[in-house]
C-alpha cells in the first residue's frame, strides 16, 4: 500500500508563504511525475504544478512566479513552496505520484492538506 503523506498547510495572511510537503512510501517516488493539485469548496480538482523525473516542472498560469515545486528523491519528498498566497490560493492541496511501470501505469493520491489564505 503506498503511502502520500502532507504536511505544511495552515492559516496564513495574504502575501505570506507556505510550504507544502509530501513523502511518499512507495519507491517508484525516483522515476515519477509528481504533482499537486488544489481543489476549492465548491470547484473541481485542478493543476497547481508537476515536476517530472528529470526535474522539469509545469505550472498552472495562476501560480507561476508565486509556486515553486522541487523533489527530493532520496528523501523520496516533493515540495510547494507558495509566495505571494492570495485568497483564490485557499483550496486542500494533494500530493499526486505517477507513471508507467512495465506498460502498466499507476497513480496514487495523498489525503489532501488545507490551505486557507485570509484577507
Known amino acids: 500500500q503506498v503511502q502520500l503523506v502532507e504536511s505544511g498547510g495552515g492559516l496564513v495572511e495574504v502575501g505570506g508563504s507556505l510550504r507544502l510537503s509530501c513523502t511518499a512510501s512507495?519507491?517508484?517516488?525516483?522515476?515519477?511525475?509528481i504533482g499537486w493539485y488544489r481543489r476549492a469548496q465548491g470547484k473541481q480538482r485542478e493543476l497547481a504544478a508537476t515536476?517530472?523525473?528529470?526535474?522539469?516542472?509545469n505550472y498552472a498560469g495562476s501560480v507561476k512566479g508565486r509556486f515553486t515545486i522541487s523533489r527530493d528523491n532520496a528523501k523520496k519528498t516533493v515540495y510547494l513552496q507558495m509566495n505571494s498566497l492570495k485568497p483564490e490560493d485557499t483550496a486542500v492541496y494533494y500530493c499526486?505520484?505517477?507513471?508507467?511501470?512495465?506498460?502498466?501505469?499507476?497513480?496514487?493520491w495523498g489525503q489532501g492538506t488545507q490551505v486557507t489564505v485570509s484577507s
Open positions: 499526486n505520484v505517477a507513471g508507467q511501470l512495465l506498460g502498466s501505469a499507476y497513480d496514487y
Open positions: 512507495t519507491g517508484l517516488f525516483s522515476i515519477s511525475t
Open positions: 515536476i517530472t523525473s528529470g526535474g522539469s516542472t
